[in-house]
């Protein structure tokens, strides 16, 4: 049974939370005439449409409330625990239990079930595309997000790790392949997914990953829920990415790091070239010498590196007079497929950090 | 300005008097920012201008600056700002849908970096609008415009938009409006599922209306390039997915004029220039653009 945190009634405290529990409860419930206690649609302020409908449902219910009797709950007003709350509570159809409020929120929901936080849980936990630490964090999340308010969160069906090809096929997010805490298993989109919540007129309103139908209706109380999963992730600590991103979460603060070094610390660890990100991205062609520009991660990972004839040339003669070999280049010796050859290095080396991203680790 | 004590005839000290009142009336603000681009902002001499913010752990948000002369008359901070103030042209960032002329600044670098761009909006005769575009986030990007208005000599935000949360996106055109000289804004805001589903796509047209002294919002339909039509979502965006259509929606037939309940492939566009560009835009696919006119179910319900 859900019971308010404070008195509602008239000079008293009328919480947020509880004024919209309360009216949300009063408008679900109907009277005798199939009509709802509350005509209008719920809302979180005290007003005298909230005394109205009290005072009409504890009439209706006379017997089991006795409002206004000595030793009862005055009339149009609720407490905490007494009568009213419990009659409304008895009062509601099956279809609307058990109702959640999170404190100072507006918004009233359906509890989710058990079983559903525990196998979303379950699967972070045992999903080999995580890293141990992040994984571990992230099911506490969904954990205490059930257990404080039975409310089950879940991974969106792009938000786990992405390898290189997927994260390339992303076209909303200017990072390219390796770019992306995605990549690297320590980041993950994790929503409402089947979140119920009660529409101002009482209906159920089942909703998506992002809370899209609440943000609809109000983006603020849509930003309340988001606060209370953040709230939580803070503490264990997990970091988002607002104000540009509200659903995703990741191990490291976004400011302790640099991804694009971190990229080429990887690469320059499993791959065969030597690399940089200042300027993004620039590699010796794996010949040991000079670091040429060769383009952007995309670029790079669609086999389309914009090498230039005369790095590579340059490349190629300064790593034969390394090796005391006579032979010299010259750009117009620079064909298609020598660039072809060494595009597709690059790429491989940008396929080692894939293969490796449990090795990634964050660099300045 | 200064008063020094002058021991003169009683007339000259009226004419000293008189100036400094004169002086006096002149200062009415802190001297305005130096500005990287400003905007008409309609009679006494207004202008908008956009300057790089100050920063607060390490966001630096720009402003926008209403300036008469050398003097400033009011600040607006923008929302998003980049991890350093400095304002420099943007490298073309794809994020923005910026029509054409409208230049862009970035202030802060790589995933902390943001762009923003200011434009006039005529919303009537003698009230000339600023609309500012800003776009910012790396894994995520996120889109948001807010507009405003000279008000008693004070910036005043008219309306406010961003995207939604999740796989969203969005542009707004300055459009012209019904009465001649004035504009409006249309509000594209889209959302692609993970599922497969076309994208969910909505217009809003932004009339001025002055005897609200507010923005009314209408539906809308604005001219569509079509890049193919497809019997299933997944062929659409496979479609999308040749390098050159990246821009590109799906969605249903239904909303470009189909009867055959198929899927387009559509980059909606401000008006038949944009149209006519996009069109001419070479593409190595094999797909043929035709002009259509994008009207979501909500315009079509009004026809």
Same mark, same amino acid.
């Given at each position: 049974?859900? !019971?308010?945190?404070?008195?509602? /009634?008239?000079?008293?405290? $009328?919480?947020?939370?509880?004024?919209?529990?309360?009216?949300?409860?009063?408008?679900?419930?109907?009277?005798?005439?199939?009509?709802?206690?509350?005509?209008?649609?719920?809302?979180?302020?005290?007003?005298?449409?909230? %005394?109205?409908?009290?005072? =009409?449902?504890?009439?209706?219910?006379?017997?089991?409330? /006795?409002?206004?009797?000595?030793?009862?709950?005055?009339? /149009?007003?609720?407490?905490?625990?007494?009568?009213?709350?419990?009659?409304? $509570?008895?009062?509601?159809?099956?279809?609307?239990?058990?109702?959640?409020?999170?404190?100072?929120?507006?918004?009233?929901?359906?509890?989710?079930?058990?079983?559903?936080?525990?196998?979303?849980?379950?699967?972070?936990?045992?999903?080999?595309?995580?890293?141990?630490?992040?994984?571990?964090?992230?099911?506490?999340?969904?954990?205490?997000?059930?257990?404080?308010?039975?409310?089950?969160?879940?991974?969106?069906?792009?938000?786990?790790?992405?390898?290189?090809?997927?994260?390339?096929?992303?076209? %909303?997010?200017?990072?390219?392949?390796?770019?992306? $805490?995605?990549?690297?298993?320590?980041?993950?989109?994790?929503?409402?997914? /089947?979140?119920?919540?009660?529409?101002?007129?009482?209906?159920?309103?089942?909703?998506?990953?992002?809370?899209?139908?609440?943000?609809?209706?109000?983006?603020? %109380?849509?930003?309340?829920?988001? !606060?209370?999963?953040?709230?939580?992730?803070? =503490?264990?600590?997990?970091?988002?990415?607002?104000?540009?991103?509200?659903?995703?979460?990741?191990?490291?603060?976004?400011?302790?790091?640099?991804?694009? $070094?971190?990229?080429?610390?990887?690469?320059?660890?499993?791959?065969?070239?030597?690399?940089?990100?200042?300027?993004?991205?620039?590699?010796?062609?794996?010949?040991?010498?000079?670091?040429?520009?060769?383009?952007?991660?995309?670029?790079?990972?669609?086999?389309?590196?914009?090498?230039?004839?005369?790095?590579?040339?340059?490349?190629?003669? =300064?790593?034969?007079?390394?090796? %005391?070999?006579?032979?010299?280049?010259?750009?117009?010796?620079?064909?298609?497929?020598?660039?072809?050859?060494?595009?597709?290095?690059?790429?491989?080396?940008?396929?080692?950090?894939?293969?490796?991203?449990?090795?990634?680790?964050?660099?300045? | 300005?200064?008063?020094?004590?002058?021991?003169? &005839?009683? @007339?000259?000290?009226?004419?000293?008097?008189?100036?400094?009142?004169?002086?006096?009336?002149?200062?009415?603000?802190?001297?305005?920012?130096?500005?990287?681009?400003?905007?008409?902002? @309609?009679?006494?001499?207004?202008?908008?201008?956009?300057?790089?913010?100050?920063?607060?752990?390490?966001?630096?948000?720009?402003?926008?600056?209403?300036?008469? @002369?050398?003097?400033? +008359?009011?600040?607006?901070?923008?929302?998003?700002?980049?991890?350093?103030?400095?304002?420099?042209?943007?490298?073309?960032?794809?994020?923005?849908?910026?029509?054409?002329?409208?230049?862009?600044?970035?202030?802060?670098?790589?995933?902390?970096?943001?762009?923003?761009?200011?434009?006039?909006?005529?919303?009537?005769?003698?009230?000339?609008?600023?609309? &500012?575009?800003?776009?910012?986030?790396?894994?995520?990007?996120? #889109?948001?415009?807010? +507009?405003?208005?000279?008000?008693?000599?004070?910036? #005043?935000?008219?309306?406010?938009?961003?995207?939604?949360?999740?796989?969203?996106?969005?542009?707004?055109?300055?459009?012209?409006?019904?009465?001649?000289?004035?504009?409006?804004?249309?509000?594209? #805001?889209?959302?692609?599922?993970?599922?497969?589903?076309?994208?969910?796509?909505?217009?809003? #047209?932004?009339?001025?209306?002055?005897?609200?002294?507010?923005?009314?919002?209408?539906?809308?339909?604005?001219?569509?390039?079509?890049?193919?039509?497809?019997?299933?979502? &997944?062929?659409?965006?496979? *479609? &999308?997915?040749?390098?050159?259509?990246?821009?590109? *929606?799906?969605?249903? @037939?239904?909303?470009?004029?189909?009867?055959?309940?198929?899927?387009? +492939?559509?980059?909606?566009?401000?008006?038949?220039?944009?149209?006519?560009?996009?069109?001419?835009?070479?593409?190595?696919?094999?797909?043929?653009?035709?002009?259509?006119?994008? *009207?979501?179910?909500? *315009?079509?319900?009004?026809?």
């Amino acid at each position: 049974m859900v !019971d308010i945190t404070a008195n509602v /009634g008239a000079k008293l405290a $009328n919480k947020v939370h509880d004024v919209s529990l309360v009216e949300a409860m009063l408008r679900i419930v109907k009277n005798a005439k199939g009509a709802p206690y509350l005509a209008a649609d719920y809302q979180h302020n005290w007003r005298d449409a909230t %005394k109205t409908a009290i005072i =009409a449902f504890q009439t209706d219910h006379a017997k089991a409330i /006795g409002a206004g009797q000595k030793g009862k709950e005055p009339l /149009g007003e609720v407490l905490t625990g007494a009568a009213t709350i419990a009659a409304l $509570n008895a009062a509601l159809p099956a279809t609307h239990k058990p109702l959640r409020i999170i404190p100072n929120t507006h918004t009233v929901y359906l509890e989710g079930a058990q079983a559903d936080a525990t196998a979303s849980a379950t699967a972070i936990r045992t999903d080999t595309e995580f890293e141990s630490t992040f994984k571990s964090l992230l099911a506490q999340l969904v954990d205490t997000m059930y257990a404080q308010h039975k409310i089950v969160l879940k991974i969106t069906p792009t938000g786990r790790r992405r390898t290189f090809a997927q994260q390339a096929a992303e076209v %909303k997010t200017k990072a390219g392949p390796g770019e992306s $805490n995605h990549n690297w298993g320590r980041a993950s989109d994790i929503g409402f997914k /089947g979140f119920q919540w009660i529409q101002g007129n009482g209906a159920i309103k089942k909703d998506a990953d992002w809370l899209n139908s609440l943000e609809a209706v109000s983006g603020v %109380k849509s930003t309340q829920l988001w !606060d209370a999963r953040d709230a939580l992730a803070k =503490a264990l600590p997990l970091y988002n990415l607002r104000p540009y991103e509200i659903i995703h979460l990741q191990l490291y603060r976004e400011k302790t790091f640099n991804i694009f $070094n971190s990229l080429v610390a990887l690469m320059n660890s499993v791959g065969k070239m030597k690399w940089s990100a200042s300027p993004r991205y620039s590699a010796d062609f794996g010949l040991g010498g000079q670091l040429y520009a060769v383009g952007t991660s995309k670029q790079i990972w669609s086999g389309n590196a914009p090498i230039s004839k005369i790095d590579l040339a340059a490349a190629l003669n =300064a790593h034969a007079k390394a090796k %005391k070999l006579a032979k010299i280049y010259k750009v117009a010796d620079i064909d298609a497929k020598m660039v072809s050859t060494y595009q597709a290095a690059l790429k491989a080396d940008f396929q080692a950090a894939d293969t490796n991203w449990l090795k990634w680790t964050k660099v300045t | 300005m200064t008063y020094r004590p002058i021991v003169m &005839a009683s @007339g000259t000290v009226m004419i000293v008097a008189l100036m400094l009142l004169g002086c006096k009336k002149q200062d009415v603000g802190p001297a305005a920012s130096a500005s990287v681009t400003a905007v008409d902002a @309609g009679k006494d001499g207004l202008s908008y201008h956009l300057v790089a913010g100050q920063c607060a752990n390490q966001i630096c948000p720009p402003a926008i600056e209403l300036v008469r @002369g050398q003097q400033q +008359l009011d600040r607006a901070v923008l929302l998003f700002g980049g991890d350093a103030a400095e304002l420099r042209p943007a490298q073309e960032d794809a994020t923005l849908v910026l029509q054409p002329g409208i230049a862009a600044w970035t202030s802060g670098s790589d995933a902390a970096a943001v762009t923003t761009a200011i434009q006039s909006v005529t919303l009537e005769q003698d009230k000339p609008a600023l609309l &500012a575009q800003q776009s910012g986030g790396f894994e995520h990007v996120k #889109r948001r415009y807010d +507009l405003f208005a000279v008000q008693n000599g004070k910036l #005043r935000k008219l309306w406010s938009a961003e995207d939604g949360a999740g796989p969203a996106y969005s542009a707004v055109f300055v459009v012209p409006a019904a009465t001649a000289g004035a504009q409006d804004l249309v509000l594209m #805001r889209g959302f692609t599922s993970a599922e497969a589903q076309p994208d969910d796509i909505k217009l809003e #047209r932004l009339h001025w209306n002055s005897a609200s002294d507010s923005l009314k919002a209408g539906t809308a339909s604005l001219p569509a390039v079509t890049a193919g039509r497809f019997t299933t979502v &997944a062929k659409a965006r496979a *479609a &999308a997915a040749d390098g050159c259509h990246d821009r590109y *929606a799906v969605v249903p @037939g239904s909303a470009v004029g189909s009867t055959a309940g198929d899927f387009a +492939l559509i980059q909606i566009v401000p008006d038949q220039a944009a149209a006519a560009s996009e069109l001419a835009r070479p593409c190595a696919a094999s797909a043929t653009k035709s002009l259509a006119t994008f *009207a979501p179910a909500a *315009a079509r319900q009004q026809e």
